[in-house]
């Protein structure tokens, strides 16, 4: 595995599944398992019995963690694009190569 083209604050556009189309701020990078956790996508319900901690019971909804490869960067007209890296001014920075504009980061 080379360095990461996803990071944690990086906004995102989900490409397949049943949120494609959705946008959201990567919260969790887990690289060793090639996942991410974007917010607001991919929640998963988890249904909790009462507790003494919480007597109320209920349903538990979060964010799941989804495959790396379901996601893309958003450039900057919202649609995702793939990552490329580049040394500018000695220092490895990411580019999308739909635009070629430096992603901050």
């Given amino acids: 595995m080379g360095a990461a083209k ?10 397949s599944g049943k949120d494609k189309g959705r946008t959201g ?3 969790q990078v887990m690289p060793k398992e090639d996942k991410v956790v974007v917010a607001g996508v991919n929640i998963a319900a988890r249904h909790r019995k ?5 007597p109320q ?8 963690p989804m495959h790396i490869s379901k996601v893309g960067i ?27 504009e430096t992603i901050d980061g």
């Fill in 50 to 54: 009462p507790t003494q901690e919480n």
């Fill in 6 to 15: 996803i990071k944690k604050g990086d906004s995102v556009v989900v490409r």
């Fill in 57 to 64: 019971g209920g349903i538990d909804r979060r964010e799941a």
């Fill in 74 to 100: 958003a450039g900057a007209d919202g649609k995702p694009t793939r990552v490329r890296f580049e040394t500018k001014d000695g220092k490895k920075v990411r580019v999308a190569v739909k635009s070629g």
């Fill in 25 to 27: 701020t990567v919260l």
